[in-house]
């Protein structure tokens, strides 16, 4: 039979029918622990009673406006991210990479405004900000870029948890404008950075007048322990992109804007059809409401330390693992060797998980799993691995 799909993704030969909480069924009827959570989006779990609710009610209200008119839920949605951020302004997308598209011609309008004529964005190596032409352009990764040249100008690269690099960057290059990178690399293999990188990324942008830039799209909206990951050093930054878990699977994003950044945008800047609609933002609001009164946060913080304490003790005997890492419930566990297979072996054990960076397992699981599931999940992944191990 034809295929009418673009082969865009590679994907396994299983099909997802009904979701509930942490776990997922296929279509013959068979339960798996999801471990991905569709790579941190569904981080209230699958089919969570408030979410549904929210997307029938405004199903039955209201979808689609415009941007031509003022939006109720837009602007409790801004008010509430403003206020578990400490950030001063929204602009609502669709999707991450759109959420880094604004955020990159914010900060080239910031420069036009200095007089900057060819402002530039120091970026970083290993990094993951999309796949549109800018952001594909951002990302630190050749992989993502080859084939696609030429590429957006205007980025320049730095190596990952390096301060004495981007020093060197900041005295001898007079048109950066900003920097942009993820406080944890995500796709990259879950690469945590030094205690105090952020807050001497702060600095730095201060001395140079620069824009602090967050890519917080799978860090965010409490994955990492804190609502931010910023938060974890007391910093504020001047941009922040969201998206995936800010919906729990309805599609938006957004870059949020502080103190020199806010106000860039003006009437003509910027703009998207669908960004911000009356129904994303309901659910937004819903999902962001629950995370904040529920304390996620809190949960994904002692749910990482216990699910990477419980593997380390288990696991401490396997040579294969070169390292467990985590800042909350964003968890990779390092091997020696590439291990792209272990994803169908754990399929197979009824346990979604995904690799990244070839040889980092990456675990992103629902951040309402409890002390027992964690445990559950863990035994799972022990097994798997083991088994990935003796093969
Ligand atoms: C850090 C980061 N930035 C940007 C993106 C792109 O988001 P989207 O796929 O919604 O465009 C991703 C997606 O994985 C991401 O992890």
Redesign the pocket.
Known sequence: MTNHLMPTYRQLPVSFDRGDGIYIWDSEGNRYLDALSG??VTSLGHNHPAVTQAITQQAARLLHTSNLYHIENQQKLADLLCEVSGMEQAFFSN??????EAAIKLARLYGHKHDIKKPEIVVMQG??????MA?LSATGNRKVQAGFEPLVSGFLRAPFNDIEALKTIARSNRNVVAILL?PV???GGINIPDPGYLKAIRDICDEYNWLMML?????GMARSGKMFAFQHEAITPDVV?L??ALGNGI?I?ACLANAKAANIFQPGNHGSTFGGNPFACRVALTVSSIMRDQKLAENAQARGKQLTDYLRQQLKDNRDIVEIRNLGLLVGIELKQNCAEIVALALQNRLLINVTADKVIRLLPPLIITAEQTIELADILIQTINQFSNR
Request: hydrophobic share 20%; no cysteine; proline share 3%.
């Open positions: 790579i941190s999707s991450g990479a759109e959420a880094n990094s993951f900000h999309g796949r549109t952001t993820e690399q995500g796709e890519d917080e799209i799978q860090t992109t998206a995936k599609p994003g």
